[in-house]
């Protein structure tokens, strides 16, 4: 073997170390990030001038300005921002492309994007929410891509894309009859955006296939279509039965891993309920029954508001009556859910919006509906943690958790919306931008 430069042996160094987390132990080297103001997912307020210490790809130490910063040491200078955890996602669709119907709508992604294109959108997707500061997501079923998100996952934790952390769900599981494509002519045998199952055996089996298959989550539709009926109720039409559901949380929680269950309303949401699952999506209209029964079973509730308040039908509509109601009863579940403390984790379902789309617009819709503005932050970071069983872990800055570290400009307690226009993020211990001006 030829002598290696000085030179090409210092770029092989830092190219072989790119990825902190391959450095070898001991040899990791320190970066110490100023923070103005420090909010860190946990605590009821934000504390100023902090100090956070990371090595590799974790937290050493959270401490106050004036500790000593050992020489050698790379230092980040944010003292001119509000530094918080990085941002956590509980409900994406990364292999969604906008749902546009002048684009082919929902139809068209299964129908004519091959699976390439489909990769391709979903890595962009990743970089999208990286680059908003959601340093994790979990992403709740990849709409005909099949087992695509273990895949993309993979790509992120080998280095080959930008990406969050992503807790996968593969296949989402629905009934016969209970999800799309639908509306063709009924001679043909059209693909499904879900693994569609009938009883229970055919339920365990499935979930047995995808927690096989690398899910983290199992994701199940309890609702499919939704009307306004009679007396002016949110009616949702049911899918899977209670003994189903049963099936599929039984095997699901055997292998340490929850189930998250689309509800809209009605008998749908109580069979999810009564069938043990561990978050409800969606949840548009919460009885004060079902909340009672969600507090005392411990049940997550992750609710989408932003995608409720567009592209509605026209007025006066079977449609549009359709899409006002959801709006209106998903406006007082949120403030019900709100009051009564309910388990709560921030969820944008983008990708049913366009990728394209802020993804913080969310944050505001929480709060106009009544939780604080830091229940809100924490519902988008240590509280989604709790949920994906990572307290202490991710969500939250302090001591050994992942250097999951992402900086807005203002302050977020005061304007909520600070939070769709992050300026700096760290993942994993790699800064993966920073535009804060400096003091
Ligand atoms: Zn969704």
Known sequence: MRKLSLACFVALFVCVFANPQDVPKGTNPLTVIHAGTLIDGTSDAARKNQLIFVRGNKIEKVTAAGEAIPPGAQVIDLSNATVLPGLIDSHTHIFLWGEDPNKGGYDA????AGIALRAARATYACRRALEQGFTTIRDLETEGAGYGDVGIKQAIEEGTIPGPR?????RGISSTGGYNLEGYAPELVMPKGVQIIDGPVEARKAAREQLDHGADWI?????????VGKNGELVSQPTLTVEELKAIVDEAHGWGKKVACH???????????DGG??????????????IAQMIKQGTWYCPTIAPYYGDWGEENTPGGRRDRKRASDHEI???????????TAFGTDIGGIPWTEPMGVEFGYMVKFGYTPMATIQSATSRAAEMLDMKGEIGVLTAGAYADIVAVSG?????INELKKVKFVMHDGAVFKNEVSAK
Not at 166 to 170: N, Y
């Open 411 to 415: 302050d977020p307690l005061k304007d």
């Open 219 to 227: 994701k199940v539709y309890m609702t499919h279509r939704s009307w």
């Open 333 to 343: 579940s949120v403030q019900k859910a709100a009051k009564a403390g309910v388990k």
């Open 263 to 273: 509800a809209y309303s009605g008998i749908g949401l109580q069979r999810a309920l």
């Open 277 to 290: 699952c561990d978050s409800i999506e969606h949840g548009l209209t919460l009885t004060d029954a079902i």
């Open 109 to 112: 992604n299964i129908l004519k």
């Open 166 to 170: 992503i807790f996968a769900s593969t």
